[in-house]
């Protein structure tokens, strides 16, 4: 069926993928070998930095007391609900804003100087907000990922092929069906990478 050049190369790239999986696994392993050798040397502070033994200790005794998986659904209900949440605005926002470029203007400088601020560093300021819960979680999760989705999706928007919208348009295609059949489409690509970040965010900020 296949010729033995094609075996050849399909064990090939095999082999390196086996290589690639391999060393990422060795490297991830000398990390926490390393961490904890430094740990029981007292070369670093286990108060401040812990340790691996200590963290698998805290794993075990929060499995043994019931609350592990309990802390886990919570947190990855809280990403979950801000990961949606800035997809969603996020990719609404970036339409709002290619589709009235007068918008984009005005709200361009803003955009800039809520994206550059240290938003980890805004949490005791949305805890007196929001209060010290679920809300105030989410809505530093959002926080952090709802401005990058809305400068990358509409930046992804902008990089559209002008040529291919120009041609929509000499065809007699109106705003929505540019959208949708051209815009949207073409920007899968950056969302998807988009999406990527995000879910990371929003784990961050929960």
Known sequence: MFS????????????????????????????????????????????????????????????????????????????????????????????????????????DPYLTILNSLPKVALGPIIIIWCGAGIKSIIFMALLISLIITIINIYQSFLNTDKNKIRLMKSLGANKWQIYTKLLFPNSMKDLISTLKINISMSLIGS
């Open 4 to 107: 033995e050049e094609h075996i050849k190369y399909q064990k090939k790239i095999k082999k390196r993928q086996f290589w690639i999986h391999f060393i990422q696994i060795i490297i991830l392993l000398s990390f926490f070998l390393i961490w904890q050798i430094l740990a029981d040397t007292n070369m670093i502070n286990t108060f401040i930095f812990s340790s691996p033994k200590k963290m698998i200790d805290t794993i075990l005794s929060l499995h043994h007391n019931g609350d592990l998986y309990k802390h886990i659904w919570v947190t990855v209900y809280e990403t979950l609900i801000s990961f949606g949440l800035a997809t969603i605005l996020g990719i609404f926002i970036a339409t709002i804003l290619w589709w009235f470029p007068f918008i984009a203007k005005v709200t």
